[in-house]
């Protein structure tokens, strides 16, 4: 079983609508965790990191459940200019620092 | 510039050859990585460096060497280039702590 699991699709959604993917990520010694954006194969980006509380920024919210080890991504309004790949990203300080990915989600945003 | 800069940008070199990727950061990072992304695949970790001097091996290793004399320097070896190992190549940074990761514009390296 992979560290850090995600489904990689393809979403396929209109303009407009409302988006979800979940990661789910085996150590529960994960302390630090992060979405990415990697479009066509240039290097992944941040898009932003994951609070406990749950962390919004304009039309992405990202939520943590420490519980159930996963972590989501919601987009609202979806622009045709998310069309992209979406990596979660964990950090367990177990696992000697490093950042652990997952293999991505790809959403195809159409007109 | 500060940043994290890979060269070469492409390369492309025979079967059997050595071949030197290098990365280079600004911002004197203590982590370093180096990943493969094969076309349609995720990220796979292949060394990584939590200091100057100290490397570790992560998921796919083999056929690969690193070294880490210098903070900001960390260079990843293709011993004998195989066809198996075309791929495109991100090195990525961080700093202490449990921050984010911040890469290189990759190098895609094919091998004929």
């Known amino acids: 079983r992979k560290e850090v699991e995600q489904d990689p699709g393809p979403f396929n959604v209109p303009e407009g609508a409302t988006v979800a993917f979940n990661c789910t990520y085996s150590?529960?010694?994960?302390?630090?965790f992060f979405w990415y954006r990697q479009d066509c194969r240039k290097e992944p980006k941040l898009l932003m990191s994951?609070?406990?509380s749950g962390n919004e920024d304009g039309r992405f919210t990202a939520q943590l459940n420490r519980a159930s080890q996963y972590i989501s991504l919601l987009i609202r309004d979806s622009k045709l200019s998310d069309s992209a790949t979406y990596l979660c990203?964990?950090?367990?300080?177990?696992?000697?620092?490093?950042?652990?990915f997952g293999d991505g989600t790809t959403l195809t945003v159409k007109p | 510039d500060a940043g994290i800069t890979q060269s070469p940008r492409y390369k492309i070199t025979e079967t059997g050859r050595q071949v030197t990727l290098m990365c280079h950061q600004t911002?004197?990072?203590?982590?370093m990585f180096w990943y493969r992304q094969d076309l349609g695949h995720g990220l796979r970790l292949i060394y990584y460096s939590a200091a100057a001097d100290i490397t570790d091996k992560g998921e796919v290793p083999d056929g690969y060497v690193v070294s880490r004399s210098k903070t900001e320097n960390f260079p990843l070896t293709l011993e004998s280039a195989t066809r198996s190992q075309t791929s495109v190549y991100f090195c990525?940074?961080?700093?202490?702590?449990?921050?984010?990761?911040?890469f290189g514009q990759g190098t895609r390296l094919t091998v004929v």
């Open positions: 911002w004197s990072h203590s982590y």
């Open positions: 150590n529960s010694a994960s302390q630090s």
């Open positions: 990203v964990v950090i367990a300080n177990t696992n000697a620092g490093k950042s652990t």
């Open positions: 990525a940074s961080r700093g202490q702590g449990n921050t984010e990761a911040f």
């Open positions: 994951v609070y406990s």
